[in-house]
């Protein structure tokens, strides 16, 4: 039947105003929306840019440094920095060879470059380090050792080349195990004064042999537009990458070898807008793991990690791939990873999330797709809110809102292991097109509301189905 004149105008408006209305509905429905997903990705992405630098070189031998690994280049390359800084910018440039130097502390504008065939070798003597500089160490602010490539409220720098930069960990791994026994001179001490509120100013450590922390390797502070990018960077005494306070970072084509302990490989503390794309980790501790201060401190300083993207990306040993926490009292937002590969029985997991009651924080807006999970011995996705057997406290952390998408696993001990808090129930999980072969526990879920199964496979067993 054909309709004519009116009657057809009619129906052509009843049409065009439907569909007016279903794309009112739809926009009305997007800006309301609280959980960005994988649509805003692209728009994150334009946030992120690297920075670009003045087209001049300045060689570190033209200053001084002596090729080696014998004698101590920290002056030279202080000098070439400060001359690229006032001229401008551009790269200071390690040549072929071996360099030893102390700690390296960028200036605005420049790009330390290590050369294809060089290796800049860091001084294991921990007075180089002195004098003392602002860190924040396992979430906490302190005036301590200097970290070996140190930059403080910088804006355009960067460390590249295809060279290597080697932290003689080591030397340092002593002392680090040390350390770490919870209560340890250092340990003790920094915590009680962060929890009396003492100053940071006044939180002096790295006086003596036995009282200090063992230094971050590349750790920016308060500074923005950085480069990390095609370097080799093995044997950090602690954490390799640990980028404090910074936006716009861009992290690119790294191998990070560092077997020793805490020797986590990326760790963007309290950072926003940080792109991590193809590196490959191989490390003794998380290979990423995403921070936001700890305890009563970093509830101080209140500032989140968040629009994090993980791409393209291989991670070997580990206790975790990409890891949310522990130090995450300032809390986590909008994490994005994709495309990576994770595969070896010193893996414990693919995703993870860890905190306590004593830490807190929060985790909002988690997504993962397309990840090949060969084997961990732990589980593809953990959720711990008792991490260090702490299950009590004031501060009871909350999730919301974890997208896993298209990820496959041929070995492990959980699929998904899920242990939040009592009175803080994880929420709004959602796994689709997944398949965990040989999971040999199945999955664990404890204080869980709406978890959302769709087309997973976990063993022999299909799921589709919500569960409260």
């Excluded at 002195?130 to 302190?142: A, I, K, M, Y």
């Excluded at 301590?144 to 590249?160: E, G, H, R």
């Excluded at 242990?419 to 997944?434: E, L, R, Y």
Aim: aromatic residues 8%.
């Amino acid at each position: 039947m054909k309709l004519k004149g009116k009657a057809a105008i009619s129906i052509i408006t009843l049409i065009f105003c439907t569909t007016l209305f279903v794309g009112c509905q739809s926009d009305v429905t997007a800006k309301n929306t609280t959980a960005p997903g994988w649509e805003n990705l692209p728009k994150l992405l334009k946030q992120i840019e690297a920075p670009v630098f003045k087209k001049q070189d300045f060689v570190i031998t033209d200053f001084g440094a002596v090729e080696g690994g014998k004698v101590k280049c920290t002056d030279a390359i202080k000098k070439a920095i400060a001359k690229c800084n006032k001229s401008g910018g551009g790269r200071v440039v390690v040549p072929a060879g071996k360099f030893l130097t102390g700690p390296v502390h960028l200036k605005s504008n420049v790009n330390l470059h290590v050369s294809e065939g060089a290796t800049l070798l860091f001084s294991t003597d921990y007075k180089d380090y002195l004098p003392q500089v602002l860190t924040r160490w396992e979430g906490v602010e302190s005036m301590n050792l200097s970290p070996l490539i140190y930059a403080w409220k910088c804006k355009n720098i960067a460390v590249t080349g295809k060279g290597t930069i080697n932290g003689q960990g080591p030397a340092w791994w002593a002392w680090r195990k040390q350390e770490s026994r919870p209560y340890s001179k250092s340990n003790a001490t920094l915590r009680k004064w962060a929890k009396e509120g003492m100053p940071v100013k006044d939180r002096i450590q790295g006086t003596s042999e036995d009282f200090h922390w063992c230094p971050t390797f590349i750790a920016p502070m308060h500074s923005k537009n950085i480069l990390i990018e095609d370097l080799t960077v093995i044997d950090s005494p602690f954490w390799n990458l640990n980028p404090v306070y910074c936006e716009n970072l861009t992290v690119r084509r790294l191998t990070i070898e560092n077997d020793g302990p805490n020797g986590d490989g990326c760790n963007p503390d309290s950072c926003k807008n940080v792109l991590i794309e193809d590196c490959y980790f191989n490390t003794g501790d998380d290979c990423i793991a995403i921070k936001s201060g700890r305890d009563t401190d970093g509830r101080r300083v209140n500032i989140p990690c968040e629009n994090i993207i993980v791409r393209n990306c291989k991670m070997k040993n580990g206790h975790g791939g990409v890891v949310i926490g522990s130090e995450m009292s300032g809390g986590v937002r909008n994490v994005y990873a994709e495309n990576c590969v994770m595969d070896s029985p010193d893996l414990n997991r693919a995703l993870r999330i860890k905190t306590n009651p004593e830490r807190g924080g929060y985790v909002e807006n988690v997504y993962m797709r397309n990840c090949t999970v060969g084997q961990v011995s732990d589980a593809v996705f953990k959720v711990n809110f008792r991490y260090a057997k702490v299950s009590e406290g004031d501060f009871i952390p909350w999730l919301k809102n974890v997208n896993i998408e298209n990820v496959t696993s041929e070995k492990s001990k959980y699929g998904i292991f899920i242990d939040a808090h009592k009175d803080s129930p994880a929420k709004d999980i959602t796994v689709k097109n997944c398949t965990f072969k040989n999971a040999s526990k199945g999955n664990m879920f404890k204080n869980v509301e709406n978890i959302v199964f769709e087309n997973v496979k976990i063993n022999d067993e299909v799921f589709n189905k919500t569960m409260n």
